[in-house]
């Protein structure tokens, strides 16, 4: 009947509530942020809002999922709230983010988590890289930037960025510009051996469970409210994290004593 159904909902909408103010870990050495596009219905007007996924990698080298946000606007303040929200949940220590080029977020994890590296998500910035690129330039657009990032050191990288801007730079000089104003964040995983770096590069970790969001969504158009909303994505992510609780990170063997070495200060806090 109509009444159990509003039970069950209701039931599960206080155990999503109760899961997304858990306790959490005291240390996730690295952290996912990425963003899903969902269409629900505010104020009687179907909107695209933007739905934010956090997940962490415990020290076990196990994904999990911290919470999922979503958001009104992206600004500096509202990453802020989110972040303390963290803190008052018991995340003292987060190693390095990994995010999308997400509005205002670097400076908020500046302030909340001072000693945490970013890294911007590469295949963000090269989809943003090829948005304005004429369709016959596109191929070899793609492949002179590939030898920015997969250059074997920073300094490599910087030079493959001037070869690429003697190429393509009075074209399409917004390029150079974008990697320019972004570089110490798209840099910061040259510092790390290859295990860490393919690790952070992208936001690949949260991918798999974008899509099962994307198949979910898909099928359903758009969300009355931002309740249901919310509602879905929970379950649609303990279905995901059910699958994660058998396996850890490839390499986190090989990642872990790395991580330890690098945030070494920070590390032997949990190592004792």
């Known amino acids: 009947s109509e009444q159990t159904i509003s039970n069950i909902t209701e039931a599960i909408m206080d155990k999503a509530k109760e899961w997304q103010n858990r306790p959490l870990e005291a240390i996730y050495p690295i952290v996912f942020m990425d963003a899903t596009v969902l269409k629900i219905r505010v104020d009687r007007v179907v909107k695209n809002s933007a739905a934010y996924i956090m997940l962490g990698i415990t020290l076990e080298g196990k994904k999990e999922i911290l919470g999922i946000w979503i958001g009104e606007n992206e600004t500096s303040k509202y990453w802020l709230t989110l972040l303390n929200e963290l803190k008052n ?25 001072p000693k945490a590296e970013i890294q911007r998500c590469i295949v963000h910035q090269i989809r943003s890289s090829l948005k304005f690129v004429s369709w016959k330039d596109r191929k070899a657009v793609a492949k002179d ?10 300094e490599d990288a910087q030079l493959a960025l001037t070869e690429f801007n003697d190429i393509w730079g009075s074209k399409y000089p917004h390029i150079l510009q974008s990697w320019l104003n972004n570089w110490n964040e798209l840099a910061t995983f040259f510092k790390y051996p290859k295990s860490i770096q393919t690790l952070i590069y992208t936001t690949n970790p949260i991918e798999s469970l974008n899509a099962n969001i994307k198949r979910k969504t898909n099928s359903k158009g758009s ?23 058998r396996t850890s990170m490839r390499n986190w063997s090989e990642i872990y004593p790395q991580l330890c070495i690098f945030f070494s200060e920070i590390m032997e806090k949990y190592t004792k």
């Open 89 to 113: 949940r018991g995340v003292e220590d987060i190693l390095i983010f990994a995010i999308d080029g997400l509005n205002g977020f670097n400076q908020a994890i500046q302030a909340v988590y």
């Open 145 to 154: 930037l590939k030898t920015i990032y997969t250059a074997k050191t920073e």
């Open 223 to 245: 969300f009355p409210t931002i309740d249901s909303a919310f509602k879905m994505l929970y379950m649609s992510t303990q279905e995901v994290q059910a699958k994660w609780e």
